[in-house]
């Protein structure tokens, strides 16, 4: 597949531009490998998300994925964003609409880049794209999701490569002792932890480094998060986040905590907006 260095055709999508810029601040660069890696983090996800249809709907949706794909992959900012938008207002449900209609546009552009069809630089562009997409989408996702009030309920996991766990499940375990059901993961694998964590279907999930060497697995894990679990709100803490809170943000957690307590405040005021929500619904 193409390993250029071209300029890219646009500016790049949040999160990665703004993990970018906090590398440079700090005297580091955001290599293109790591852009390519973040990439094919969302086409991976993406794609395993995937779901068959029937021959007849297939058929009837491949032209559909065939445009979405070159818009993803153009030089036109929003075209791809609008033809979503254009299939939720026209009726598309929500598990079509992500699970064949962008998943397929997604397969279909990694395909063109094993075949070297698309460039690098495109290709990352329609990955943030995808990802910019479902973010947009997270509402949409989370109404489906909740259908009752929710639980004191999150997944807690250390970050890969993460050699300490001791913080995260001190956490956990201040949380538990408040009345919140707690699943601790840690000492897992990327791959391993984006699927365990997606198997349960949370609507919080709590996430903790270290130290800045942890910095791209972060970004990389919550970039994989949000595309597999569309609904998900992040909220990041551990040492990286006390030495600098606005980490956060440029690795795209919906909040940092720079202490337990900082935390447990963050993920109860979330809580009680979620319950508002569906009790607003009601």
């Known amino acids: 597949m193409s390993e250029d260095h071209a300029v890219f055709p646009g500016p790049l999508v949040p999160p990665v531009a703004r993990a970018r810029d906090y590398l440079e601040r700090r005297g580091q660069d955001l290599p293109i490998a790591a852009l390519r890696l973040l990439a094919r983090e969302v086409i991976l996800r993406v794609s395993r998300a995937a779901m068959p249809v029937g021959p007849n709907a297939e058929v009837l949706l491949r032209s559909e994925t065939d445009l979405l794909c070159d ?45 070297d069809e698309a460039t690098s630089a495109q290709i990352i562009l329609g990955a943030g794209r995808v990802y910019a997409i479902l973010r947009e989408l997270r509402t949409v996702f989370l109404s489906e999701r909740l259908v009752a009030p929710p639980g004191a309920e999150a997944v807690f996991a250390s970050v890969p490569g993460e050699v300490h766990a001791i913080g995260v499940t001190i956490a956990a375990d201040t949380m538990r002792r408040r009345g919140w059901d707690i699943a601790l993961r840690s000492g897992l694998g990327h791959g391993e932890l984006v699927e365990e964590i997606a198997a349960r279907k949370p609507v919080m999930v709590g996430l903790s480094a270290t130290s800045a060497a942890s910095t791209l697995a972060t970004a990389r894990l ?20 006390a030495a600098d809170p606005e980490v956060a943000h440029a690795v795209d957690a919906d909040a940092g905590a720079v202490d337990i307590e900082d935390g447990a405040a963050q993920l109860a005021a979330h809580l009680a907006e979620l319950n508002r929500l569906v009790g607003a619904r009601g």
């Open 71 to 115: 818009a993803l992959l153009s030089r036109d900012e929003t075209a791809a964003a609008d033809l979503v938008r254009a299939a939720r207002l026209g009726g598309m449900p929500t598990d079509t609409l992500y699970h064949v209609y962008i998943a397929g546009a997604v397969r279909q552009f990694g395909d063109r880049w094993d075949r």
């Open 222 to 241: 919550i970039v994989a998060l949000r595309v597999r679990c569309p609904q998900v709100w992040i909220l990041l803490g551990g040492g990286l986040v």
